[in-house]
């Protein structure tokens, strides 16, 4: 029987990190929560990604961020570099990771810089166009996910709203 390098019957595990090897957990923590902010799922592979990203540092393509992670793993168990390469394109497409193309058409990958900016998101009362902020970070949390799902990045956000009528002058049937 053919012995294949890149299949493997068990998923890589955060446990087959050699110790000392691999990134800080508050970096990779980091990571994960600006992945789960734009809707991504934190996976296993995910996460020993991110230890693979910081490890192989800035500018690393597909190739040396699969070779850091073969490195770093006991046993051999590093994702394939078709998981990889799906997983990096993800993370690009949610403005996690930055992907630079060098002149001789290798894809280079960094960090992208955190975006510090708050989303303003607005109340407009649809009758009077009066404008209500609202400070609510689920409400911010929730349209940043809602936008990212559709390949965006939510800056800011306006809502029409309709008065809620006064309890007596409702029209129940």
């Known amino acids: 029987m053919l012995a294949f390098s890149e299949h493997r019957r068990s998923p890589p595990a955060l446990n087959q990190i050699r110790p000392g090897m691999g990134a800080s957990h508050s970096a990779v923590r980091r990571l994960e929560e600006r992945s789960e902010e734009v809707g991504i799922k934190m996976t296993d592979l995910r ?8 490890e192989a540092g800035p500018r690393a ?9 073969c490195r770093i793993m006991e046993h051999g168990h590093a994702p394939s570099q078709g998981s990889i390469q799906r997983n990096l394109n993800l993370l690009v497409a949610r403005d996690i990771l930055r992907r630079d193309v060098s002149p001789d058409r290798l894809w280079h990958y960094s960090i992208a810089p955190e975006r510090r900016g708050r989303l ?41 709203v309709t008065p809620v009528p006064a309890t007596g002058d409702a029209d129940i049937r």
């Open 47 to 54: 996460r020993i990604l991110f230890h693979g990203l910081l």
């Open 61 to 69: 393509t597909a190739v040396e961020i699969w070779k850091t992670l």
């Open 120 to 160: 303003a998101v607005t109340f407009v009362e649809a009758g009077t166009g009066r404008k209500i902020p609202c400070r609510m970070p689920e409400v911010a949390a929730l349209l940043r996910r809602a936008a990212a799902e559709h390949g965006l990045a939510a800056q800011a956000a306006a809502i029409t």
